[in-house]
């Protein structure tokens, strides 16, 4: 079980947007910056972030609002 206030890695995010845990505004926030991470057009600016995204390291804490 996700809890939604812990660290999750993108393997628990894609997880729990599977099993309906998160809410839809935590899908949006993830996806919204995930694209803009990942953006070619419009590069950003932080290259260990991006590259952290690409490899799975990043942790995202999504707590309530």
Do not use: H
């Amino acid at each position: 079980m996700i809890k939604i206030s812990s660290l999750l890695d993108q393997e628990k995010i894609k997880e729990g947007m599977e099993k309906g845990i998160l809410k839809e505004w935590m899908i949006t926030t993830y996806s919204d910056f995930r694209n803009s991470l990942l953006d070619d057009s419009a590069p950003y600016p932080c290259y260990f972030a991006v590259e952290a995204e690409k490899n799975g390291l990043i942790r995202y804490e999504l707590l309530p609002k």
